[in-house]
């Protein structure tokens, strides 16, 4: 079975450029049978959704995703919670459910969330509670109520994962979240306040329940970063397409090749 995963689509920033054509056609080509995308589809639950549905009926292949912090943010006259509730009643959303691959597969998923233990100051020296530095602000501070209780929904999607976890005890498991799992793809270098940002790209206690359980492949997005890392059996795969604007970063050359920067950040699984 081949298994492409991809992060970070942005359909609605990166609206200038054939998103949803070009991945298309690359699912189809590469003969992948499934495809996983670890959030950040659009900032609409309702263009997620059926973004999602349309590339499912298009390709017929199964795809299933998470939602990341972007798909989640509030919007006129739906909270937080009810946002995700539409997720979790999406048959193609991985959020508390686990998705049987064969016999001796599965995978799980939900969107994980952020302690601060990806930071490396100090939380005795630094306001995290704020999510503001030098006048920046986070936006998940101003645009979804998860931020209230941050170390609190990190607990929340560690239960969630757990359980979904414990459903497919003595398969091989993939696990998808959106939020990072350790720290092999936080933003290094580039000073003080992306060491204070990084508090808002994961949790290292998703990557000790992964290593705990002997998760096969850890799929997580959000950073933008397109990297992988191995340890102890675990491949961690950051596949982020990220946005337009970011693109050169990655290859100037093909700063405005939608077709380039979807290979590189797509990646695949054989089981």
Same mark, same amino acid.
């Given at each position: 079975?081949?298994?492409?995963?991809?992060?970070?689509?942005? %359909?609605?920033?990166?609206?200038?450029?054939?998103?949803?054509?070009?991945?298309?056609?690359?699912?189809?080509?590469?003969?992948?049978?499934?495809? #996983?995308?670890?959030?950040?589809?659009?900032?609409?639950?309702?263009?997620?959704?059926?973004?999602?549905?349309? #590339?499912?009926? @298009?390709?017929?292949?199964?795809?299933?995703?998470?939602?990341?912090?972007?798909?989640?943010?509030?919007?006129?006259? =739906?909270?937080?919670?009810?946002?995700?509730?539409?997720?979790?009643?999406?048959?193609?959303?991985?959020?508390?459910?686990?998705?049987?691959?064969?016999?001796?597969?599965?995978?799980?998923?939900?969107? /994980?969330?952020?302690?601060?233990? #990806?930071?490396?100051?100090?939380?005795?020296?630094?306001?995290?509670?704020?999510?503001?530095?030098?006048?920046?602000?986070?936006?998940?501070?101003?645009?979804?109520?998860?931020?209230?209780?941050?170390?609190?929904?990190?607990?929340?999607?560690?239960?969630?994962?757990?359980?979904?976890?414990?459903? &497919?005890? /003595?398969?091989? @498991?993939?696990? %998808?979240?959106?939020? #990072? %799992?350790?720290?092999?793809?936080?933003?290094? +270098?580039?000073?003080?306040?992306?060491?204070?940002?990084?508090?808002?790209? /994961? &949790?290292?206690?998703? +990557?000790?329940?992964?290593?705990?359980?002997?998760?096969?492949?850890?799929?997580?997005?959000?950073?933008?970063?397109?990297?992988?890392?191995?340890?102890?059996?675990?491949?961690?795969?950051?596949?982020?397409?990220?946005?337009? &604007?970011?693109? /050169?970063?990655?290859?100037?050359?093909?700063?405005?090749?939608?077709?380039?920067? =979807?290979? &590189?950040?797509?990646?695949? @699984?054989?089981?």
């Amino acid at each position: 079975m081949k298994i492409a995963a991809v992060s970070d689509l942005h %359909v609605d920033v990166n609206k200038d450029y054939a998103v949803f054509d070009t991945l298309k056609e690359m699912l189809i080509s590469s003969k992948a049978d499934m495809l #996983l995308i670890a959030g950040d589809i659009s900032e609409c639950c309702h263009t997620t959704i059926s973004w999602v549905k349309d #590339l499912e009926s @298009i390709t017929r292949i199964p795809v299933y995703y998470v939602p990341g912090n972007h798909d989640l943010w509030r919007l006129e006259g =739906l909270g937080n919670d009810e946002i995700y509730s539409m997720y979790l009643s999406d048959p193609r959303c991985l959020c508390g459910k686990s998705i049987p691959l064969g016999r001796s597969w599965a995978v799980v998923g939900d969107v /994980g969330w952020y302690d601060y233990t #990806l930071s490396p100051l100090s939380p005795e020296t630094c306001d995290f509670d704020s999510m503001t530095y030098n006048g920046r602000t986070w936006q998940d501070k101003l645009r979804n109520s998860w931020s209230r209780d941050n170390k609190g929904r990190t607990t929340v999607m560690l239960e969630s994962l757990n359980r979904t976890i414990s459903l &497919s005890e /003595g398969k091989n @498991i993939i696990a %998808v979240t959106h939020m #990072l %799992v350790n720290d092999d793809f936080i933003v290094r +270098g580039r000073g003080r306040e992306w060491d204070y940002f990084n508090a808002f790209l /994961g &949790s290292k206690e998703f +990557g000790k329940l992964f290593m705990r359980c002997s998760i096969r492949y850890s799929i997580a997005g959000h950073v933008h970063f397109r990297k992988e890392a191995f340890h102890d059996g675990t491949r961690f795969i950051c596949p982020c397409l990220g946005y337009s &604007s970011e693109w /050169g970063l990655y290859d100037e050359k093909h700063a405005d090749d939608v077709f380039f920067q =979807l290979s &590189s950040s797509l990646r695949f @699984i054989e089981i």
